[in-house]
């Protein structure tokens, strides 16, 4: 990676005399590995090359990104089967990517090659079936933009960037939750590149026991090469009211207070977003609350009311499209990359007061005290009216019974805060997790950071069945790198 940084006549000179090694399976050529097995516009790159960065996938944090040997990235799906039987063979370890948003504990020890799936950037609807597939490197915007532009919704996470499928496999949290569950619960099957190379389906008709895997621990038997979902009608034409309200540190306690009120009870079409900021320049420290309501301003208003009611700083309205949503919205600014970035979680059962009036004075007391440190700690609240109807063992995403989801986001500008920073966070993580109203910690796989382990992510329960499902589809381990089952 230092190599990038060098001028292009060193690298070039680098990259003539470099060893050809790819790490991770000893001194190996990758043009003469796997050229000869795949279709010429399959790129191939060693990480001394120049070409590198252009082969390899994005990542959204520079935090334990691994230290790739090298990177293909594959033109057709028949080059992909290959590059697994090939890589498998020589016992090369690889992880796929597409959005790059997967960074989790220990990837910088990682020592092999990235996979890049961006090629597989498809989008399809059947707008008169409600029907819609998806290609392992359509992102949610790709996606959204297809749907709406059929007339037609689902529910996804609420930014733009991420993986469509990656952000599935664990489950998949957003906006329209309350409408119609989890992303999962709208997958109606997937093509399975498995670890012997070849493909299987998984579906509720086929291979029944791996398609409840995949439904909240897809990362872990293989490569998801399609995903075909149901799609719905749009409600409210497709137009979302988007009411953002800026409030005071003072005013906190009273946010909280009546946040609280709508546990058990947030309409189906209300979200709600928070996010604790600090302003280093003028000291001061504030809070956006952001309402989604999939529905028109008159509709919303009885519950905007009760935000204004409390006099916000600062108000906006908007009325935007769903695909508006994700690009235009104050929500894009969450895709910005290269940062050293780490994110701590935990799901509550029960929005707590004063847990929230401490995390936040907590949260500007550490930020006052480290100008290295910008973090932004956010609570998501969506009705879980539809995830209560689901049988709670239809997939193996456990957590079903979360009011809302803390998330914090620590962007850390001085390396040598790194350790401070995990340590504060791991603090406020317990809090939270004290005041959940959970014994067990309801970790959402995809926001985890890595340490929480299988038990957190999937439940102890489910962990039996999820083994023998590792055991039966991926006995030698070479999917789910961070995603460990033990
Ligand atoms: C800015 C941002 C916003 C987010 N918003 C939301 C949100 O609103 N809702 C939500 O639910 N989540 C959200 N997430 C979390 C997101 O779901 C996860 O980070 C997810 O893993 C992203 O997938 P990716 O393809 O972008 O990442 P990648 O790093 O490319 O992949 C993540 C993991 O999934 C595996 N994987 C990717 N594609 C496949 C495939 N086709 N088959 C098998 N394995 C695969 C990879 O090998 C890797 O282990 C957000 C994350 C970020 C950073």
């Given at each position: 990676?230092?190599?990038?940084?060098?001028?292009?006549?060193?690298?070039?000179?680098?990259?003539?005399?470099a060893?050809?090694?790819?790490?991770?399976?000893?001194?190996?050529?990758?043009?003469?590995?796997?050229?000869?097995?795949?279709?010429p516009?399959?790129?191939?790159?060693?990480?001394?090359?120049?070409?590198?960065?252009?082969?390899?996938?994005?990542?959204?944090?520079?935090?334990?990104?691994p230290?790739?040997?090298?990177?293909?990235?594959?033109?057709?799906?028949?080059?992909l089967?290959?590059?697994?039987?090939?890589?498998?063979?020589?016992?090369?370890?690889?992880?796929?990517?597409?959005g790059?948003?997967?960074?989790?504990?220990?990837?910088g020890s990682?020592?092999?090659?990235?996979?890049?799936?961006?090629?597989?950037?498809?989008?399809?609807?059947?707008a008169?079936?409600?029907?819609?597939?998806?290609?392992?490197?359509?992102?949610?915007g790709a996606?959204?933009?297809?749907?709406?532009?059929?007339?037609?919704?689902?529910?996804?996470?609420?930014?733009?960037?991420?993986?469509?499928?990656?952000?599935?496999?664990?489950?998949?949290?957003?906006?329209?939750?309350?409408?119609?569950?989890?992303?999962?619960?709208d997958?109606?099957?997937?093509?399975?590149l498995?670890?012997?190379?070849?493909?299987?389906?998984?579906?509720?008709?086929?291979n029944?026991?791996?398609?409840?895997?995949?439904?909240?621990?897809?990362q872990?038997?293989?490569?998801?090469?399609a995903?075909?979902?149901?799609?719905?009608?749009?409600t409210?034409?497709g137009?979302?009211?988007?009411?953002?309200?800026?409030?005071?540190?003072?005013q906190?306690?009273?946010?909280?207070?009546?946040?609280?009120?709508?546990?058990?009870?947030?309409?189906?079409?209300?979200?709600?977003?928070?996010?604790?900021?600090y302003?280093?320049?003028t000291?001061?420290?504030?809070?956006?609350?952001?309402?989604?309501?999939v529905?028109?301003?008159?509709?919303?208003?009885?519950?905007?009311?009760?935000?204004?009611?409390?006099?916000?700083?600062?108000?906006?309205?908007?009325?935007?499209?769903q695909?508006?949503?994700?690009?235009?919205?104050?929500t894009?600014?969450?895709?910005?990359?290269?940062?050293?970035?780490t994110?701590?979680?935990?799901g509550?059962?029960?929005?707590d007061?004063?847990?929230?009036?401490?995390?936040?004075?907590?949260f500007?007391?550490?930020?006052r005290?480290?100008p290295?440190?910008?973090?932004?700690?956010?609570?998501?609240?969506?009705?879980?009216?539809?995830?209560?109807?689901?049988?709670?063992?239809?997939?193996?995403?456990?957590?079903?019974?979360?009011?809302?989801?803390?998330?914090?986001?620590?962007?850390?500008?001085?390396d040598?805060?790194?350790?401070?920073?995990?340590?504060?966070?791991v603090?406020?993580?317990?809090?939270?997790?004290?005041?959940s109203?959970?014994?067990?910690?309801?970790?959402?796989?995809?926001?985890?950071?890595g340490?929480?382990?299988?038990?957190?992510?999937?439940s102890?329960?489910n962990?039996?069945k999820?083994?023998?499902?590792?055991?039966?589809?991926?006995?030698?381990?070479?999917?789910?790198?961070?995603?460990?089952?033990?």
């Amino acid at each position: 990676m230092l190599l990038l940084k060098l001028s292009p006549v060193l690298a070039l000179v680098y990259a003539t005399t470099a060893h050809t090694s790819c790490g991770g399976g000893g001194n190996r050529n990758l043009e003469a590995l796997f050229r000869s097995h795949v279709s010429p516009s399959t790129e191939i790159a060693s990480s001394y090359q120049i070409n590198f960065s252009t082969v390899v996938g994005p990542r959204w944090s520079t935090w334990e990104a691994p230290a790739w040997s090298g990177a293909i990235k594959p033109a057709l799906i028949s080059d992909l089967k290959q590059i697994i039987k090939i890589a498998a063979k020589n016992n090369i370890p690889f992880i796929a990517t597409n959005g790059g948003h997967g960074a989790k504990t220990g990837l910088g020890s990682f020592d092999g090659i990235n996979i890049n799936l961006q090629n597989f950037n498809t989008v399809t609807v059947d707008a008169v079936n409600n029907r819609m597939t998806l290609g392992p490197g359509a992102t949610l915007g790709a996606m959204v933009t297809e749907v709406f532009a059929a007339g037609k919704e689902i529910q996804t996470g609420n930014s733009w960037c991420p993986g469509g499928i990656g952000v599935t496999l664990g489950g998949g949290i957003g906006m329209l939750m309350g409408l119609h569950g989890l992303m999962i619960d709208d997958l109606q099957s997937v093509e399975l590149l498995t670890a012997s190379g070849e493909t299987v389906t998984a579906s509720k008709d086929e291979n029944e026991d791996l398609f409840w895997g995949i439904r909240g621990a897809g990362q872990t038997f293989g490569i998801v090469t399609a995903a075909n979902y149901t799609v719905h009608d749009q409600t409210n034409g497709g137009f979302v009211t988007e009411a953002n309200f800026y409030y005071t540190a003072a005013q906190n306690r009273s946010l909280w207070e009546l946040i609280a009120t709508f546990d058990n009870v947030l309409p189906a079409k209300l979200s709600l977003q928070t996010a604790m900021l600090y302003n280093a320049t003028t000291d001061t420290a504030s809070i956006w609350l952001s309402a989604w309501y999939v529905g028109s301003l008159d509709e919303s208003q009885p519950y905007l009311d009760q935000f204004a009611a409390l006099g916000p700083f600062a108000t906006e309205i908007l009325n935007l499209t769903q695909v508006e949503v994700y690009y235009q919205s104050v929500t894009r600014g969450v895709c910005g990359t290269g940062h050293l970035l780490t994110a701590y979680t935990m799901g509550v059962g029960r929005t707590d007061p004063d847990t929230l009036e401490t995390h936040f004075a907590d949260f500007v007391a550490f930020s006052r005290a480290n100008p290295a440190y910008f973090g932004q700690s956010y609570m998501q609240w969506y009705s879980n009216k539809v995830n209560l109807q689901t049988p709670a063992d239809s997939t193996v995403f456990p957590w079903r019974d979360v009011q809302a989801w803390w998330l914090l986001e620590n962007i850390i500008l001085d390396d040598s805060l790194l350790s401070a920073v995990d340590d504060w966070s791991v603090l406020q993580r317990g809090n939270f997790h004290a005041t959940s109203g959970f014994d067990d910690e309801h970790v959402y796989v995809n926001y985890a950071i890595g340490d929480e382990g299988p038990a957190a992510w999937w439940s102890e329960a489910n962990l039996p069945k999820l083994r023998a499902l590792k055991a039966r589809w991926d006995p030698h381990n070479l999917f789910g790198k961070g995603y460990s089952l033990e």
